[in-house]
């Protein structure tokens, strides 16, 4: 028999909080509710981020660490941190993921690692971040990403964010920490960068130097950082989602990264097998990524 789901009050359900297109916060809620039996088997064992707009996508925002003392105990809890100075959230139940939404979290950002071994990564991750908002360096960055990883014979996962880019996951099986995932990261997004520098760049600094050419951003790979959840709203106009697509679709000529909203993700779910069904009993060790760097 299943358990009871814990119940909360919603405060305000009809508050706007995407003023252009008319979305209340009941249908914030709404959504996670409907989105959960796809996003948790990807996110429901790690620590996450709120980030909270309070006031619609158009007011004051910010991101929430620590669980504040009032949510229910009913959340779960995990503390983190080199000094376990922070007391993060796990969500768990279909539940947890409307309680955020009652909180005005639009957007739920990730660890890279579970909540078990919070300082050893299961999996790498490359953000393809263009110059500008045409979407079409970062196809050609992730197409070539792509045909590396299929050279050498690497799984890949792909995401459009939501956003602007895209992300690139490689699940790695859980041994090394992330100072050692970052640091093959870096060298794999230098190898990658390598191959076509008039259009690809691991250099951070936002200088001529970056001008007109995609950005292959490691960063996310270190301890403490996150990343866009999947299936996670974003807070733009049409309350786009962070949707996980096959790489044939991410190079589709009418691909862009606000391509699936809140309006037409379950169109898309009810008729698609889940792309990323597959990540975690794809792992492979980080030596066979560094195999691809040499």
Not at 176 to 202: G, H, K, M, N, Y
């Amino acid at each position: 028999m299943t358990a009871p789901q814990p119940t909360f009050n919603v405060s305000r359900p009809d508050k706007v909080l995407y003023p252009g297109d008319g979305i209340t916060k009941a249908d914030i809620i709404d959504y996670y509710r409907r989105v959960a039996e796809h996003m948790l088997p990807l996110i429901g064992n790690r620590p996450l981020t709120m980030h909270r707009y309070p006031d619609g996508i158009n007011g004051e925002h910010f991101f929430q660490k620590n669980v504040p003392d009032y949510f229910p105990k009913w959340i779960e809890r995990i503390s983190v941190g080199r000094n376990h100075d922070y007391t993060q959230l796990v969500a768990r139940r279909q539940q947890d993921l409307a309680y955020l939404a009652n909180q005005a979290c639009l957007t739920i950002h990730m660890w890279l690692s579970r909540k078990d071994k919070p300082s050893t990564p299961d999996r790498m991750i490359l953000d393809i971040d263009p110059p500008g908002s045409d979407f079409r360096p970062v196809q050609l960055a992730a197409r070539i990403i792509l045909k590396h990883c299929r050279h050498h014979a690497l799984p890949v996962y792909c995401m459009l964010t939501g956003s602007r880019g895209a992300h690139l996951v490689i699940p790695i099986r859980r041994k090394p920490d992330f100072d050692t995932v970052r640091a093959a990261a870096a060298r794999f997004a230098t190898r990658i960068a390598d191959q076509s520098e008039d259009r690809l760049t691991t250099e951070q600094r936002k200088d001529d130097s970056r001008e007109g050419r995609v950005y292959l951003d490691v960063s996310r790979n270190a301890y403490g950082q996150t990343t866009v959840a999947p299936y996670s709203l974003r807070a733009s106009p049409g309350a786009p989602v962070a949707t996980p697509v096959d790489p044939d679709e991410l190079l589709r000529h009418n691909m862009h990264s606000q391509r699936y909203t809140i309006a037409n993700l379950f169109r898309r779910l009810a008729r698609i097998s889940d792309p990323w069904r597959d990540l975690q009993r794809s792992a492979v060790s980080l030596a066979t990524v560094q195999k691809a760097v040499k």
